[in-house]
């Protein structure tokens, strides 16, 4: 399951008073820090107001991935508009503002309450949002006008003159270093966290999503019902299976021009056979393994969840898997010992970043995300 299923939401974003660009990139900064991922931003243009008079415009339109739901998006949305110093007069109608933040689109969903309209109503009406909007979505269809961007912007009834800005907001993603990599790998001991994560950031940073496929190993229950029968013949699969997979997945990415990102490395089998297997089944298992991944690519980096044995528990209670209810915390300490030793045979030779995240929580709490994300710089 994957417990990073975000929405795409358009938020357009407008500003006439102070330094009104500095206040679009202010507000850009905190949606990116409460939120969500940034993923893209338009141009700026200079508008003259609408509907009443004041000074012009300084408007854009952003593509967020969010896993808040639209209500929640919404009161965030208004919580930043108050932290940034706008006052909202009921009754008074348009007037000039420090920040204006709309949800306009989130994904297709037609929703319509007391408190949200999206699409947002006026939408097709309003110029100073459709020519940003088409800078980052031209095709995306409006799920009830059923028009694209560029069709609503070539029939839209506002004809007011738009002016593009030179100078474009600064994305916040780009702050970190993960876009500087092809091949990311993330791992870590049972129950760790590797694959929420390697979803989400596969997600927020356009990666192309390796996941580790076990869940139909017929030897796994069984493992944990008999570890010492069934060790042997639950490494020599999980090898077989690996190595399958290594060669359909990276083969269909080319990793000079791909972001790739993997919730295994393929030498987690040495580490988890060492661990499980008896020393001459080990020996064997080892030649086998070194002749099969003789050419193996590397990651450019390789990332190591460290968790606490406890926490490690609670998270694979959590998660119910009903053949991993018996694992016990002595055999979650081998493992993470078993990745200790091998990270330190790999040290000169490979890029390798351990965080300890039990304390963290970076599928519920952002900020904790991103205090992850800001490790690897």
Known sequence: MNEFAPYTYYIALGSNLGDTFQNLQKAVNIIFDEIGATTQISSVYRTPALGFEGGDF?????????????????????????????????????????????????????IDTDTLQVPHPEIANRRFVLEPLKDIAPDFKHPLLNKTSVQLLEKTSDNSKLTLINERLHNPIKNYPIHDLSYLVIEGN???????????????????????????????????????????????????????????????????????????????????????????????????????????????????????????????????????????????QRINQGYLEFIKTQSTHRNIKIIDVSELDFVKNRSDYLQLLKELQ
Not at 79 to 90: D, L, Q, S
């Open 58 to 110: 300084m408007n854009a339109v952003l593509e967020l991935k969010s896993k808040e739901e639209p209500e929640v998006v919404l009161q965030n949305l208004l919580a930043i508009e108050t932290k940034m110093g706008r006052v909202r007069n009921e009754g008074e109608g348009y007037s000039s503002r420090i920040i204006d933040l709309d949800i306009l689109y989130c994904d297709a969903r037609h």
């Open 190 to 332: 049972i129950g760790a966290g590797k694959t929420s994560l390697s979803m989400q950031i596969a997600e927020e940073f356009g990666g192309k999503l390796i996941l580790e496929r076990f869940k139909d190993n017929p030897f796994l229950p069984k493992f944990y019902e008999d570890a010492t029968r069934y060790a042997f013949p639950l490494e020599m699969s999980f090898l077989a299976d690996r190595y399958q997979q290594f060669l359909d997945d990276i083969r269909q990415f080319d990793l000079f021009s791909d972001f790739v990102v993997a919730d295994y490395d393929v030498y987690k089998s040495l580490i988890f056979a060492e661990v499980t297997l008896q020393a001459e089944e080990f020996d064997l298992y080892k030649k086998l393994f070194n002749l099969m991944y003789k050419d193996v690519s590397r990651p450019d980096l390789y990332i190591y969840l460290h968790q606490n044995t406890e926490r490690l528990l609670q998270n694979i209670k959590k998660r119910g898997r009903s053949y991993e209810q018996d694992i016990q915390a002595e055999y979650l």
